[in-house]
């Protein structure tokens, strides 16, 4: 089992920024890819962005330029730096990642930390 803990979520103005944090916990020696994604009014769970073990990085079209994925291995940490945020940028924000373990694969979320992005 791995858990997974979001923070830094809450209100910005448009146009702000705000650093979402995610630590993982638990069997950690499996985890290999780590990302962010949300869940925005009435919309599906969709992928923000990704990061993998050897720090290759993914973007959403949408955040693009706007967003910066990061992990740090030694603390089992992966933080989403959001700025120009927009209204649309509104949701749930989870934290996922990958475990490997005797080549069975599992996927982990966090609970979710909410973003709102309104003046």
């Known amino acids: 089992q791995v858990q997974l803990v979001e923070s830094g979520g809450g209100l910005v103005q448009p146009g702000g920024s705000l650093r979402l944090s995610c630590a993982a916990s638990g069997r950690i020696s499996g985890i290999s890819t780590m990302g962010w994604f949300r869940r925005t009014p009435g919309k599906q769970r969709e992928l923000v962005a990704i990061i993998t073990s050897d720090d290759s990085t993914n973007y959403a079209d949408s955040v693009k330029g706007r967003f910066t994925i990061s992990r740090d291995n030694t603390k089992n940490t992966v933080d989403l730096q959001m700025n120009s945020l927009k209204p649309e940028d509104t949701g749930v924000y989870y934290c996922?990642?990958?475990?490997?373990?005797?080549?069975?694969?599992?996927?982990?979320w966090g609970q979710g930390t909410q973003v709102t992005v309104s003046a």
């Open positions: 996922y990642t990958v475990h490997w373990s005797g080549g069975w694969r599992d996927d982990y």
